[in-house]
């Protein structure tokens, strides 16, 4: 574990998943796995069935549109319904823009991993890339911002404080700083974050297929 | 019909098309550009300069947006505040039909004024 701990060990919670990890690295690296499904689909039915896609991409950011190509046609294909595959793709768009915003790629041996997975009834989108040793106000901004969004009871309170700040920010400001509370407002997830031993920031996203407008 | 220019970055095309009392901005296709801004910005602050000059009220019609980014959300937010305390009249039209556009656009409703100057308006399909 690296300077910074996950985000929910600190609220006494636990991750109610399992994660692997590829060894592999490099850029342009594909893997779409699926486990046995009890019901064929990973909707209402599905219990402890494993399914993921797994990619090693490069500092490119052409390669997003990739990645939401295949989230959407991976989900479309569990039988997931509209909204939650549009939310879904949105959470894994804007997680992969922020790794390759904030992401180190002076090794190219060292690509950005994107991984989704469907465990338990939750959609899991996780981000990892390695950081920088210059990388510490990023990660304090980002475990700030994590902090900040989760004192909101509804994170559309969150959005909307959010919106009013960045709007009062001058036109020639290009910082967004939606994406995370995108994420939790409209992809309905709970963001997290954890840096491992190798300085890699693993940045994840987890929204419930039953909740709320999912299903 | 009045003029219509095309404006088109990657994805992303907004159509500009101005009107005796109005200005507006049909966007279409995706806007997922790392620096969304650098492209949009400029458009709308022209917009909102000429439309001040005339008069006009200024529309933007994102029914036929397929996705934006966070960062595309920022450069429309931006002049919709200052829409909000100058004297520009903007109306943003959503699919509210679409989920992703209601959640969105819905939210934008904090920049409306008691007086319509600045309105955001879901369309049914």
Redesign the interface.
């Known amino acids: 574990m690296g300077v910074y701990q996950k985000a929910d060990e600190r609220n006494g919670r636990e991750r109610s998943y399992a994660r692997t990890r590829k060894g592999s690295k490099g850029a342009g690296k594909f893997d779409d796995r699926e486990g046995p499904t009890p019901q064929g689909k990973a909707g209402p039915g599905a219990t402890a069935s494993r399914k993921a896609i797994d990619m090693t991409l490069g500092p490119h950011w052409d390669q997003i549109e990739e990645v939401r190509r295949r989230t959407r046609a991976f989900l479309k294909n569990q039988g997931l319904s509209k909204e939650l595959i549009d939310a879904v793709t949105m959470v894994s768009s804007e997680l992969v823009e922020n790794g390759m915003k904030y992401g180190c790629f002076e090794d190219p041996e060292n690509g950005l991993t994107f991984n989704l997975n469907i465990v338990e009834k939750n959609v899991i989108v996780e981000v990892t890339h390695p950081t920088s040793p210059s990388a510490a106000p990023h990660l304090r901004r980002l475990d700030k911002t994590i902090q900040w969004i989760r004192g909101f009871q509804d994170p559309f309170q969150a959005y909307l404080e959010k919106l009013k700040e960045v709007a009062r920010r001058p036109i020639t400001d290009s910082e967004s700083g939606l994406g995370l509370v995108r994420i939790a407002y409209e992809g309905k997830s709970i963001i997290d974050f954890f840096v491992a031993e190798d300085n890699a920031l693993n940045v994840s996203a987890v929204a419930g297929i039953e909740k709320g407008l999912w299903r | 019909m009045g003029e219509t220019r095309t404006f088109t970055n990657n994805s992303l095309e907004i159509k500009v098309t101005e009107n005796e009392d109005s200005i507006k901005l049909t966007w279409s296709g995706k806007s ?4 969304p ?2 492209f949009i ?1 400029p458009i709308l ?1 022209d917009i909102i300069k000429r439309s001040t000059d005339a008069g006009k009220r200024v529309i933007l019609d994102f029914c036929r947006l397929a ?1 934006m ?3 595309t ?3 429309i ?6 829409a909000k305390k100058g004297k520009n009249k903007i109306t943003v039209m959503y699919e509210k039909s679409l ?2 556009q209601e ?2 656009f819905s ?2 409703r ?2 409306e004024t008691t007086d319509q100057r600045v309105e955001i308006k879901g369309m049914a399909r």
């Open positions: 997922i550009d790392r620096e801004g650098k910005s602050l996705y980014n966070s960062s959300i920022t450069p937010i931006k002049v919709l505040e200052r989920r992703w959640v969105n939210a934008l904090i920049f």
